[in-house]
T-cell receptor, first 114, second 113 residues
């Protein structure tokens, strides 16, 4: 039931774009995205609650395809500060609501070089 | 506004011992979730509490237990420690625990020797 993230790792040069994917085999209530830098706690990026919804702030955005139970995180014009491990987390539908269990993928290590 | 506070920051134990970790959520948050993080495995869900009730738990042995107090502070306990329990244990809090952002603490790094 753990969501599957791809790729496992990606290396960029500053200014390049990247896409991180997250897929689930079960109907989703929500999809979360977090970034964790080495030695620090994960930090919230965004949450998507509706199918087909797209959210974003600054140059990071995400989409949620409800039919495919997939979400993608888009990082455009990457900056050095974007480096870190990105985790998607999923909540499943249960009894008309959430199952109160945010399950995370194994993460995608993003490295942005000058 | 204070963030999520976890104590202690570091722990060293030996096999067979037990350990209790503490988590104080952000004021007003009633949901607390616990995660185990190990290299290569990401964040593994342990359990979630809301208003002193466990609403869900992950696939961990019964040696892992938790509780939540009326002030929303939470503790998790691991009994009969094994080498494989060495990990970073993170707690996260939110208002309702569903469909909203989680605020993570800095974690407790547990080493089992």
């Amino acid at each position: 039931q753990q969501p599957v993230q791809s790729p496992q790792a990606v290396i960029l040069r500053e200014g390049e774009d990247a896409v991180i994917n997250c897929s689930s085999s079960k109907a989703l209530y929500s999809v979360h995205w977090y970034r964790q830098k080495h030695g620090e706690a994960p930090v919230f990026l965004m949450i998507l609650l509706k199918g087909g919804e797209q959210k974003g702030h600054d140059k990071i955005s995400a989409s949620f395809n409800e039919k495919k139970q997939q979400s993608s995180l888009y990082l455009t014009a990457s900056q050095l500060s974007y480096s870190g491990t990105y985790f998607c987390g999923t909540e499943f539908f249960y009894s008309g609501g959430s199952n109160y269990k945010l399950t995370f993928g194994k993460g995608t290590l993003l490295t942005v070089n000058p | 506004k204070a963030g999520v506070t976890q104590t202690p920051r570091y722990l060293i134990k030996t096999r067979g011992q037990q350990v209790t970790l503490s988590c104080s959520p952000i004021s007003g948050h009633r949901s607390v979730s616990w995660y185990q993080q190990t290299p290569g495995q990401g964040l593994q869900f342990l359990f979630e509490y809301f208003s002193e009730t466990q609403r869900n738990k992950g696939n961990f042995p019964g040696r892992f237990s938790g509780r939540q107090f009326s002030n929303s502070r939470s503790e998790m306990n691991v009994s009969t420690l094994e080498l494989g329990d060495s990990a970073l244990y993170l707690c996260a809090s939110s208002f309702a625990g569903t469909g909203e952002k989680l605020f993570f603490g800095s974690g407790t790094q547990l080493s089992v020797l």
